[in-house]
T-cell receptor, first 115, second 112 residues
């Protein structure tokens, strides 16, 4: 079974631009969560989707948004990029509707650099 | 607020030494789950263990063992006879409010 796939692996953008990151969960997994990892703040929860519905959202500004498609693939979008958005963005999938209590399978992440 | 504290930022050991990574948590929930994940240089977090709040039995898996003590709100992780391949960042996490709260992580370096 293929693991969680995130594309692209690396991304360089400039301030003010927008970016879309993609995540394909493990086949059969319907829960997808997104986390931001920075040296200063560590791993922080962004949002979680299950069956195309956002079920939970972390404490991030509205510039951060996401969606999930009927095949469980998910995208996250960051608009009006700021320097502080530079981070590793990790996607994780889970086989159950209670992904927060279950084992998460993570992708290798997208390293976003904002110049 | 719920919290996960990993006081050790970095640990360096020589191969074959035993090493314990500490994790202390705070929660008001009576039912909760604790996790340990490993993040190698490649970036993806790898699941190691999940423990629910009602199961205080210690667990051993090969060279890895976990000590869960509810009385001290700790969930410590020990690697016995460490190996260079154990070098990674290790995260302790607590499930809360439909997502996971991670500790800051402990970077373990095992030198040959």
């Amino acid at each position: 079974k293929a693991g969680v796939t995130q594309t692209p692996r690396y991304l360089i953008k400039t301030r003010g631009q927008q970016v879309t990151l993609s995540c394909s969960p493990i086949s059969g997994h319907r829960s997808v969560s997104w986390y931001q990892q920075t040296p200063g703040q560590g791993l922080q929860f962004l949002f979680e989707y299950f069956s195309e519905t956002q079920r939970n959202k972390g404490n991030f500004p509205g510039r951060f948004s996401g969606r999930q498609f009927s095949n469980s693939r998910s995208e996250m979008n960051v608009s009006t990029l700021e320097l502080g958005d530079s981070a590793l963005y990790l996607c994780a999938s889970s086989s159950t509707s209670q992904g927060y209590n279950e084992k998460l399978f993570f992708g290798s992440g997208t390293q976003l650099s904002v110049l | 607020a719920q919290k996960v504290t990993q006081a050790q930022t970095e640990i360096s050991v020589v191969e074959k030494e035993d090493v314990t990574l500490d994790c202390v948590y705070e929660t008001r929930d009576t039912t909760y789950y604790l996790f340990w994940y490993k993040q190698p240089p490649s970036g993806e977090l790898v699941f190691l263990i999940r423990r629910n709040s009602f199961d205080e039995q210690n667990e051993i898996s090969g060279r890895y063992s976990w000590n869960f003590q509810k009385s001290t709100s700790s969930f410590n992780f020990t690697i016995t006879a460490s190996q260079v391949v154990d070098s990674a960042v290790y995260f302790c996490a607590l499930s809360e409010e439909r997502h996971m709260r991670f500790g800051a992580g402990t970077r373990l370096t095992v030198k040959p």
